[in-house]
């Protein structure tokens, strides 16, 4: 009996080589885009430049930190640290808490128990509480670009300006949420404590302090020179000798400084095409290491891409 051979058959016979090379050039073909791919195919007005007041250098002495304000979600908050900023407030402050897989926090000394002593510091017209800014109404003028992937703590997930939002549409409230790189303002139990005058980044899993503390803005820049940091030894990772310390060299405002001397900052727009493509290459990466895409992409996985060109010439 003659068994039918297919060309294909044919070709492996005669051209082994090749017909491997044809069979990993297919597979290559569905490879996924890599995120720099994607970024590299990008057009310039996918990409936002930041206001400058709502721009804070945080200068420390391994470098400089750029943080990005929300006054869309925390108008109060974000008004009242561009004022203590503009106080030197934060000048001569240090980083003095570090805690391992949850936040680095710097600014106000929380509890002069834990060694630290606080000194009277000019606020100018900076307020000593605010309301909380926990949530805020929703806004169907603020750009929204949904996550379908679920949530754990949020019916409804996704970015609008460059940030990650949960939602709520039952109380008709949105918030920021404590992704990795994100601003919050600490407080004591007051929720109308919190001032600005103590921040901190989150260099870990927090998503537990969503809705219970105001979050007012996100890393853009710097990220390294604060999850690095040594973790505290104290309670709660505060540092307990002054040494241990990182000092606040200054926090100044972008718009305070000449623009020559201004790095040009640039986000991807989180409702561009190619922040979509982002989400898709993560939630269906295949190539040669992930055989198993993981088929979804939580909100807190792929933030808004960043890119720092030298200072600005004009």
Not at 31 to 48: C, F, H, I, M
Not at 99 to 116: H, I, L, N
Not at 189 to 197: E, R, T
Not at 213 to 233: H, I, K, Q
Request: overall charge neutral; charged content about 20%; some cysteine.
């Amino acid at each position: 009996m003659f068994q039918r051979i297919t060309l294909a058959a044919i070709a492996f016979i005669l051209f082994p080589g090749l017909a491997t090379q044809t069979a990993a050039a297919a597979d290559n073909a569905r490879n996924t885009p890599s995120a720099s791919t994607l970024l590299a195919q990008s057009k310039p007005d996918e990409w936002r430049t930041p206001d400058p007041e709502n721009l804070l250098y945080l200068q420390l002495p391994s470098g400089r930190v750029i943080i990005e304000l929300a006054p869309g979600f925390t108008p109060l908050h974000a008004a009242n640290i561009r004022t203590l900023a503009r106080a030197h407030y934060f000048d001569g402050l240090s980083i003095l808490r570090v805690q391992d897989d949850f936040v680095s926090q710097w600014g106000t000394p929380e509890d002069p128990k834990d060694g630290y002593a606080p000194t009277p510091r000019n606020r100018g017209s900076a307020k000593t509480s605010l309301p909380p800014e926990f949530t805020r109404p929703l806004d169907a003028v603020l750009p929204w670009t949904g996550l379908p992937d679920g949530d754990l703590y949020a019916p409804e997930v996704g970015f609008s300006e460059g940030f990650p939002v949960g939602r709520d549409r039952t109380s008709g409230q949105e918030w920021l949420l404590h992704c990795y790189g994100m601003v919050g303002v600490a407080r004591d139990n007051d929720p109308q404590s919190g001032d600005g005058g103590s921040l901190y980044a989150v260099i870990g899993q927090a998503r537990r302090l969503d809705r219970n503390l105001a979050v007012a803005g996100r890393v853009l820049v710097g990220m390294p020179l604060l999850s690095g940091l040594p973790r505290g030894d104290g309670d709660k990772g505060f540092y307990t000798a002054a040494d241990q310390r990182t000092p606040i060299r200054s926090v100044q405002v972008a718009a305070d400084i000449p623009v020559k001397q201004r790095p040009a900052i640039r986000v991807l727009r989180t409702d561009s095409a190619t922040f979509a493509a982002l989400l898709d290459a993560a939630r269906n990466r295949h190539d040669a290491f992930y055989s198993t895409a993981p088929g979804k992409v939580g909100v807190c996985d792929i933030p808004a891409p960043v890119r720092e060109g030298p200072a600005n010439r004009h």
